[in-house]
Every structure is written in C-alpha cells, then in structure tokens.
C-alpha cells in the first residue's frame, strides 16, 4: 500500500512536470518572437515619427526647392531650404574615409586571414580593436588640433575648418571595421580551396587575390556598406573640424557641413518648435535613413550576384 501510494504520488509530481515543461516550450517561442520584434518595431517607430514630421516640413516647402535647392539659410528672413550642400559636405568627406579606409582596411585584412603568423595576429587584433573603441569626439578634437595644422604645411590653402581633415581621420576610425568583418570572411573560406590552387602551381599571392577574395567577395563587400554606412552617419568628427558652411561648394580644403552636423547645429536650440527650420531637422534625418537604407539594399543585390557568380 505504501509502495503503491509512493508510485502515485511520483507519477502526479512527474506528469505536473511534464505539463509545466510545456507550458514552458509553448512560452519560449513567444518570448523569442518577442525579443525578435523589438528591433522591427523601434525602426517602424523611428520611420513613422521621421515621415510624419518630414510631410509637415513639405507642406510648406516644395520637394523640388529641397532637393534641387543649393543654397541653405533656414535662420535668414527668407529662408532657404535647399539640401544639395549638405549632399555634398557629407559625400565628400564619406568618400574621403572609403579612399583612406579601403586599402589600408583590405590591406591589414588580407595580411591577417593570409600572411600573419599567430604571434602577430594575436598583437594587431587588440590593438584595431581598442581603434574602433576610441569615442569618436576624441577623434574630432583629433582632426581639428594635430591633423589640420598638419595638413595645413603642405596645403597652405587649407582652412581651419575643412571636409579634407575629418573624411581622413573617420576612415582611420573605420578601418577596422574593413579589417574585421573582411579578415572573417577571407578566413571563412575554405582551405580546401587554397591547398588546391596552391597544389595547381599557383603563388600565395595568386591564390589569394584569385581564389580568397573572389569566394570571400560578398562579406568583404558588406564591410565596405558597413563601413560608409558608418561614414555617412558619423556626427562628432564633421560637426568639430569640418565647420558649418551651408554655400554649395566642391573645395574640400574649405568649410562643410553634413546632414548630421546639421542636425547637430539646429537641435542646439537655434530653431523653435514648430517652426519650418525645427521640421526641416526631421527631413534631412528622413534624407539620410533613405540615403543609407539604399546603399545597404544595392549592397545585398551586389553580394547575391557575387555570391551566384562565384
């Protein structure tokens, strides 16, 4: 009786259990779904709040006056709202940093994936670590105090506030982020593939410029996305050392200003709410969610058709 008493209760407490780990399966799903859902949801949020307020910013002023427009003067007492210099301030110094960051990023990835001994890649991967780990405000005092003044002897010309000086300094910023996600994907290929190239007579060098790299082609090109992704979005840097200039210029030795310096500037108090100049903020924002959701997109129709091709 006792024995059978025992074997009921281990069978209720089993079979309670049983249920509760259910319940419990049934939950997790949810709970993931949940988590999965928070990044799709803060981005429709910011979505909704940039489009709502950048359709009041264009019912006063025209699309046309704002992308076609090359004179910016939203404080003047008649207000220009053209966007084209912010275009350009923040395109120059971006393919400034990608003309400074992707050879060199590449560079240091393929030394690292290919040519580094253990001793030397465990040195270097610190060390492009603790790089990316520097505030970018440091990097902006940076520019403006030691890169300009030395940049300054050998162009004369050279203004105290230029777009030639942070475009060179954010590529350094975004080199490891080349170096990386790059020196991943080059590593992530097959030695298979290396061995029998190098099996087939060819060089090291060979085997990496035409064999690692093309099969590695669509990770390396997602860093380079990445890469001017972070470019274009960089604040501290440009509004610091690339000044404020709102006049339609090409001279990279002169003032600048990009949309995040912008709106940077503007969100300092200048504009009031409500008024055009305060909408005007969220419709450069708008132009650069837009402006950088386009790259990521042709960046992954490049990769599929790297990866097919491939």
């Known amino acids: 009786m006792t024995m059978n008493g025992s074997a009921n209760t281990r ?7 049983a249920r509760g780990r259910r319940r419990g399966e049934r939950l997790v799903p949810g709970l993931l779904f949940l988590a999965a859902s928070v990044s799709v949801l803060t981005t429709a949020g910011i979505v909704l709040i940039l489009l709502a307020d950048s359709l009041l910013f264009f019912r006063r002023v025209s699309v046309f006056e704002f992308f076609g427009g090359t004179e910016l003067a939203p404080l003047a007492p008649e207000p220009k709202f053209g966007i084209l210099p912010l275009l350009v301030g923040t395109l120059s110094t971006s393919l400034i940093a990608m003309a400074v960051a992707v050879p060199v990023g590449l560079a240091i ?58 475009g060179i300094v954010m590529g350094f910023m975004i080199i490891p982020l080349i170096a990386s996600l790059s020196g991943d994907a080059m590593s992530a290929v097959p030695s298979a593939l290396r061995e029998g190239a190098l099996a087939l007579g060819a060089t090291r060098l060979e085997v990496t410029f035409r064999v690692v790299m093309p099969a590695a082609l669509s990770g390396i090109i997602a860093s380079f996305v990445l890469a001017v992704s972070r470019a274009v979005g960089e604040t501290m840097i440009v509004a610091i050392a690339a000044g404020s200039n709102k006049t339609l210029t090409f001279d990279i030795t002169g003032s600048m ?28 924002g708008f132009t650069l969610f837009v402006f950088t959701l386009l790259m990521n997109m042709a960046a992954r129709h490049l990769s599929r058709r790297f990866r097919e091709g491939v």
Do not use: C, H, W
Not at 11 to 17: C, E, H, Q, S
Not at 257 to 279: L, N, P, R
């Open 11 to 17: 069978d209720l407490i089993l079979r309670r259990f």
């Open 109 to 166: 990835a393929v030394y690292l994936s290919e040519y580094a001994p253990g001793r030397a890649r465990n040195m270097l991967k610190p060390v492009l670590e603790a790089l990316a780990g520097i505030p970018t405000i440091v990097y902006g005092f940076f520019a403006y105090s030691f890169v300009t003044p030395l940049l300054a002897r050998l162009i004369p010309a050279l203004e105290a506030k230029n777009a030639l000086s942070p």
């Open 257 to 284: 200003q990009t949309m995040t310096a912008y709106i940077v500037e503007f969100t300092s108090g200048d504009a009031a709410s409500g008024t055009t100049g305060y909408y005007s903020l969220y419709a450069v």
